[in-house]
């Protein structure tokens, strides 16, 4: 899915990476990678699907690639969130300036997310 790429950090374009935070729950977006530059990436959301219930507000949940979505927490056009990568972050974490943009690296598994709803 990703494409070769000579930037100085490792995220490619269609890579995904996830966002998880909340105060007595646990929120999960998931992001895609739609452009890179040498130190920025472009981050736009995508859908979620759930792949496990666990109990009736908590499960797990895995990315939909290519089904963008809107983040009303991103508050930009088309939610699409742009982040400078420090080349040493070698697909680390990328630090944002808010509680809920911390976006680390999509592994491949199910992410646990909870709610009170």
Known sequence: ???ETNNAHKYL???ILYTSWGYEQTNVAFW???KTTDKTVWLRPIAKKTVE???SMSGTVE???NIFTDYA???TKDSIIRRRV???DDRQPIFGSNSWDTFYPYGGE???ESSYY
Do not use: S
């Open 73 to 75: 927490l991103a508050n």
């Open 86 to 88: 420090k080349a040493y």
């Open 32 to 34: 895609q990678v739609i």
């Open 110 to 112: 199910p992410v646990y």
């Open 1 to 3: 899915m990703a494409t």
């Open 63 to 65: 990315p939909v690639p």
């Open 53 to 55: 219930v666990q109990t």
């Open 13 to 15: 374009v269609g890579d």
